[in-house]
C-alpha cells in the first residue's frame, strides 16, 4: 500500500518543479473515490469490492472516482479532501489545486488561468448498480444565490467499462413536451406520499456503451446503471425532484440542498430553478445526443483520435473530450491547444517518460499507474504515447472551457 507523504500548499514550488522536470510537463495523479450516501455501487470502476465502504458505512459506497478534479465533493461528513486529485512524485504527493495555484499558466493555459484561476472542470466515473434520482444541477444564475456555480455536464458510456448494463441501462431526460409547471408542483408537494410521481411526466432514453449524451443545467435527469464518464464544470451543485427510487426514500434536503434557506418549501421558487424549454424540448434526443466523431487531423496509422464530447452549451464550449485509440506495437505524438485530465481504459504503454498500466482491480489507498494530468506545456510541445502490449491502449482525456479553436457541432455524427 503507498504511503506518499503529504506537502503542504507553501512549500509546493520546489516539489511540483521536480515532477514537472521528472514527466516532461505531465503530473501523475492518484486515485480520487467519492462516496455517495444515497446510492449504491455498481462495481465496475475497478475499486476492490472490500473497499467499497473504505470510508465507513454509515458515509455510503463509493461509486464514483473523480480525475484531475480541484473541486471539492459537496457530501455530509466528508473529508477534508474529497473530491481533489493528488499529485505523486518521488514518494511525495500535493493537491492539483495547489499545483495550478502554483504554477498558473504553465498548468492550465493562459486564457484559463486568467479568466478562472483556477481548473474550473472535473471528469469522473460514476457507476451505480440502478438509477439515481430525477434531478437537475442549478444554472449559474441559480448557484450563485448560495455561493456555488452552476454544472451542466456530460456523458460518455466507455464500452471498455460496461460489460454489465446492472439494473436499469435507462435514463430519464427532461419532461414530456407540453408538461405544465402545476404537474411538476404536484409532485413536489407529493414528496411524502411515497412516489411522488415524477417519472411520469419524463421520457426515458436507452443507454448504448460508446455513446453519450449533453446536460445543460437546470435539465432533469436520472441516470440509468451504465458506468459513466462525465465531463461537467467544477460544481457540485444539484437539486432532487424524485421521492423515492427503488424503494428508498429521498430525503426532501437532498431537494433543497442548494436553494437558499428561506426558499426550501417555496414550491414556485424550486420549480424555477428549470431551464423549462430545455426540458420540455420535442427535439430533446435531437439536440443533446452525441456519438463519436473521428478527428481526421489528429489520427494516422495505427492509431486514431476521436471526439466523444463535443458541442456548444448556451452557446459556449465549456468543456470537451476526446478517445485515443493507439494499436499494439503504434506509436503518435499527441499534441493538443490545451491541458487535460487522462485516464486509462484499456492497455498498457508509455505517455511520455510515464507508464500507463490499466489495474484489473484497486485496493483503497493504492497508486496505479492509470491517470495523468497533461499540462498546458506538455500538451502544446507534444506527447510520445506508445502501445507496449497486445491490446489496444485506450486512453480518455477531458479539455477545459475554450480549449479547442473548433469542436463538432452536436448531430454532426450523422454526416459520417
Same mark, same amino acid.
Given at each position: 500500500m503507498?504511503?506518499?507523504?503529504i506537502?503542504?500548499?507553501?512549500?509546493? =514550488?520546489?516539489?511540483?518543479?521536480?515532477?514537472m522536470?521528472?514527466?516532461? =510537463?505531465?503530473?501523475?495523479?492518484i486515485?480520487?473515490w467519492?462516496?455517495?450516501?444515497?446510492?449504491h455501487?455498481g462495481?465496475?470502476?475497478?475499486l476492490?469490492n472490500?473497499?467499497?465502504?473504505?470510508?465507513g458505512a454509515?458515509?455510503?459506497?463509493?461509486?464514483?472516482r473523480?480525475f484531475?478534479?480541484t473541486t471539492?465533493?459537496?457530501?455530509?461528513?466528508?473529508?477534508?479532501?474529497?473530491?481533489?486529485?493528488?499529485?505523486?512524485?518521488?514518494g511525495?504527493k500535493?493537491?492539483?489545486?495547489?499545483a495550478v495555484?502554483?504554477?498558473?499558466?504553465?498548468i492550465? =493555459?493562459?486564457a484559463?488561468w486568467d479568466?478562472y484561476?483556477?481548473w474550473?472542470v472535473? @471528469?469522473?466515473?460514476f457507476?451505480?448498480a440502478?438509477p439515481i434520482?430525477?434531478?437537475?444541477?442549478q444554472?449559474?444564475?441559480?448557484a450563485?444565490l +448560495?455561493?456555488q456555480?452552476?454544472?451542466?455536464e456530460?456523458y460518455?458510456?466507455?464500452?471498455?467499462?460496461?460489460?454489465?448494463?446492472?439494473?436499469?441501462d %435507462? +435514463?430519464?431526460?427532461?419532461?414530456?413536451?407540453? +408538461?405544465?409547471?402545476?404537474?411538476?408542483?404536484?409532485?413536489?408537494a407529493?414528496?411524502?406520499?411515497? $412516489?411522488n410521481?415524477?417519472l411520469?411526466l419524463s421520457r426515458?432514453?436507452?443507454?448504448k456503451?460508446?455513446?453519450?449524451?449533453?446536460?445543460?443545467a437546470g435539465?432533469l435527469?436520472?441516470p440509468?446503471?451504465?458506468?459513466t464518464?462525465?465531463?461537467?464544470?467544477?460544481?457540485d451543485?444539484?437539486?432532487?425532484?424524485?421521492s423515492?427510487?427503488? &424503494?428508498?426514500?429521498?430525503?426532501w434536503?437532498?431537494?433543497?440542498?442548494?436553494?437558499?434557506? $428561506? !426558499?426550501?418549501h $417555496?414550491?414556485?421558487?424550486?420549480?424555477s430553478q428549470?431551464?423549462w424549454? !430545455?426540458n420540455?424540448?420535442?427535439?430533446?434526443?435531437?439536440?443533446? %445526443?452525441?456519438?463519436p466523431?473521428?478527428?481526421e487531423?489528429?489520427s494516422?496509422?495505427?492509431w486514431?483520435d476521436?471526439?466523444?464530447?463535443?458541442?456548444?452549451?448556451?452557446?459556449?464550449?465549456?468543456? @470537451?473530450a476526446?478517445e485515443l +485509440?493507439?494499436?499494439?506495437?503504434?506509436?503518435?505524438v499527441?499534441?493538443?491547444?490545451?491541458?487535460?485530465?487522462?485516464?486509462t481504459?484499456?492497455?498498457?504503454g508509455?505517455?511520455g @517518460?510515464?507508464?500507463?498500466?490499466t489495474p484489473?482491480?484497486?485496493?483503497? &489507498?493504492?497508486?496505479?499507474? $492509470?491517470?495523468?494530468?497533461?499540462?498546458?506545456e506538455?500538451a502544446?510541445?507534444?506527447?510520445v504515447?506508445?502501445?507496449t &502490449?497486445?491490446e489496444?491502449?485506450?486512453?480518455?482525456?477531458?479539455?477545459?472551457?475554450?480549449?479547442?479553436?473548433?469542436?463538432?457541432h452536436?448531430?454532426?455524427?450523422?454526416?459520417?
Open positions: 503507498a504511503t506518499s507523504t506537502v503542504k500548499k507553501d512549500n509546493v =514550488g520546489k516539489i511540483l518543479q521536480e515532477a522536470d521528472a514527466g516532461g =510537463g505531465l503530473l501523475r495523479l486515485p480520487t467519492v462516496p455517495r450516501s444515497f446510492l455501487p462495481r465496475r470502476i475497478k476492490a472490500e473497499d467499497l465502504y473504505a470510508l454509515h458515509r455510503g459506497g463509493i461509486d464514483e473523480w484531475a478534479s471539492e465533493a459537496a457530501n455530509d461528513n466528508r473529508n477534508w479532501d474529497e473530491g481533489l486529485s493528488w499529485v505523486r512524485c518521488n511525495q500535493f493537491l492539483l489545486r495547489d495555484e502554483e504554477g498558473q499558466a504553465k492550465v =493555459g493562459p484559463i479568466q484561476h483556477r474550473p472535473y @471528469s469522473k466515473f457507476d451505480n440502478g434520482p430525477h434531478h437537475m444541477h444554472t449559474q444564475e441559480f450563485k +448560495t455561493g456555480e452552476g454544472k451542466p456530460a460518455y458510456f466507455p464500452p471498455q467499462l460496461n460489460a454489465a448494463e446492472n439494473h436499469f %435507462y +435514463t430519464f431526460m427532461g419532461l414530456e413536451p407540453g +408538461t405544465s409547471k402545476d404537474q411538476v408542483k404536484k409532485c413536489l407529493d414528496w411524502n406520499k411515497g $412516489d410521481g415524477i411520469d426515458a432514453y436507452r443507454l456503451p460508446g455513446t453519450g449524451w449533453l446536460i445543460p435539465v435527469h436520472a440509468g446503471s451504465r458506468c464518464y462525465e465531463p461537467q464544470w467544477g460544481s451543485v444539484f437539486g432532487m425532484f424524485q423515492l427510487v427503488e &424503494g428508498r426514500a429521498v430525503p434536503d437532498l431537494c433543497v440542498k442548494d436553494v437558499p434557506k $428561506d !426558499k426550501h $417555496d414550491l414556485d421558487f424550486i420549480i428549470l431551464d424549454e !430545455k420540455v424540448d420535442p427535439y430533446f434526443k435531437e439536440h443533446n %445526443y452525441l456519438e466523431i473521428v478527428d487531423d489528429n494516422g496509422d495505427g486514431v476521436k471526439w466523444i464530447v463535443y458541442g456548444l452549451v448556451d452557446g459556449k464550449q465549456l468543456f @470537451s476526446k +485509440t493507439v494499436m499494439p506495437g503504434a506509436k503518435c499527441l499534441r493538443d491547444p490545451g491541458a487535460s485530465g487522462w485516464i481504459v484499456q492497455g498498457c508509455k505517455m @517518460s510515464l507508464r500507463l498500466q484489473v482491480m484497486i485496493r483503497f &489507498g493504492e497508486e496505479p499507474d $492509470d491517470e495523468v494530468f497533461i499540462t498546458y506538455a502544446r510541445a507534444g506527447i504515447i506508445e502501445n &502490449g497486445t489496444p491502449l485506450v486512453g480518455l482525456r477531458y479539455f477545459g472551457p475554450g480549449v479547442h479553436p473548433h469542436v463538432p452536436v448531430g454532426e455524427y450523422k454526416r459520417g
